[in-house]
């Protein structure tokens, strides 16, 4: 199983990043995704999930209306599209696949977002 971020950097605040998620070795279709935040000296913080025909979505309150979260089940790839980017979005971002009750399985080594002037 393994689980491949990207499209982490530094951006300005106001700007636009989109993560990838690429994934393998499990069936991608059947599993629901998460995106999963780190920030300097905070704990874990639940971000967006994503149900396995992409009809159901859900979002943390910080991130509502900023962040998309979409998936290709062709690719095996799930997205996270980040826009009007904020000081406090500063965070290692992980995808996982989601197992239900708030827990998480397989994780992804996380890339990382950086948004500063």
């Known amino acids: 199983v393994q689980l491949v971020e990207s499209g982490g950097g530094l951006v300005q605040p106001g700007g636009s990043l989109r993560l990838s998620c690429a994934a393998s070795g499990f069936t991608f279709s059947s599993y629901a995704m998460s995106w999963v935040r780190q920030g300097p000296g905070k704990w874990l913080e639940w971000v967006s999930n994503i149900y396995t025909d992409a009809s159901i979505t859900y979002y943390g309150d910080s991130v509502k209306g900023r962040f998309t979260i979409s998936r290709d089940n062709a690719k095996n790839t799930v997205y996270l599209q980040m826009n009007s980017l904020k000081s406090e979005d500063t965070a290692l971002y992980y995808c996982?696949?989601?197992?239900?009750?708030?827990?998480?399985?397989?994780w992804g080594q996380g890339t990382q977002v950086t948004v500063s002037s």
């Open positions: 996982a696949t989601y197992g239900g009750s708030g827990t998480f399985g397989y």
